[in-house]
């Protein structure tokens, strides 16, 4: 499985923003999906999953309430909706992939994406 992420850019506080995540390979609806982030000079932070049957298992307090992940099995991509952004969103979001259970870490990985929040 290949992951391509998309979609970061420059947005201001309070704004949104949608980035993507297009996967390659069989079997994208037997992947359990999920979204990390890692700011500079901060540790990676695993934000949302989605387990392979279609129901969310994970938020982070962080991004509860903010941030929503979905996907579409026809296209073979998933996307993370990003609302309210803050100036402390600003950060390399990276997509990632597992085939069926989440595991930790992940075993596929997209090559990141930059998000910045201007104040």
């Known amino acids: 499985v290949q992951l391509q992420a998309s979609g970061g850019g420059l947005v201001q506080a309070g704004g949104s923003l949608r980035v993507s995540c297009a996967a390659s390979?069989?079997?994208?609806?037997?992947?359990?999906l999920g979204w990390f982030r890692q700011a500079p000079g901060k540790e990676r932070e695993l934000l949302v999953v989605?387990?392979?049957?279609?129901?969310?298992?994970y938020h982070a307090d962080s991004v509860k309430g903010r941030f929503t992940i979905s996907r579409d099995n026809a296209k073979n991509t998933f996307y993370l909706q990003m609302n309210s952004l803050e100036p402390e969103d600003t950060a390399v979001y990276y997509c990632a992939a597992d085939r069926f259970a989440w595991t930790s870490p992940p075993a596929y990985w997209g090559q990141g994406t930059l998000v910045t929040v201007s104040s």
């Open positions: 989605m387990d392979w049957t279609g129901g969310s298992t």
């Open positions: 390979g069989r079997a994208f609806s037997n992947l359990s």
